[in-house]
Nanobody, 125 residues
Framework: QVQLIESGGGPVQAGGSLRLSCHAP????????MGWFRQTPGKEREFVAA????????HYSDSVKGRFTISGDTAGYYGYLQMNNLKPEDTAVYYC??????????????????WGRGTQVTVSS
């Protein structure tokens, strides 16, 4: 099991920005795909964005495209989610996830084997 550690969540006003970080201290993301998901009470975990280090290919959900940017450091130990122009509907617990065995990005949460504990993002209007 790969330990993933999220940070950077918190309260923010609508229109503001936050940057989430995901650290994989024991293994790098370079061998696979890092994704960000979010979840609100009573709903299923929702795909937000993912990046494949090899080729730095990225994919976003329609709800965040143009506002969020996923990236990672060269070594593959840190991934980031830059969130701009935040909206109240972005309020959720955000989870970092890793799929270290696939080449193609999958938007299904079940495709990811390793998860962080989540970080709360609260956007007020």
């Amino acid at each position: 099991q790969v330990q993933l550690i999220e940070s950077g969540g918190g309260p923010v006003q609508a229109g503001g920005s936050l940057r989430l970080s995901c650290h994989a201290p024991e293994r790098t993301f370079r061998s696979g795909i890092m994704g960000w998901f979010r979840q609100t009470p009573g709903k299923e975990r929702e795909f937000v964005a993912a990046i494949r280090w090899s080729g730095t290919f990225t994919h976003y959900s329609d709800s965040v495209k143009g506002r969020f940017t996923i990236s990672g450091d060269t070594a593959g130990y840190y991934g980031y989610l830059q969130m701009n122009n935040l909206k109240p509907e972005d309020t959720a617990v955000y989870y970092c996830a890793a799929d270290l065995s696939s080449f193609y990005i999958d938007v299904a949460a079940t495709a990811y084997d390793h998860w962080g504990r989540g970080t709360q993002v609260t956007v007020s209007s």
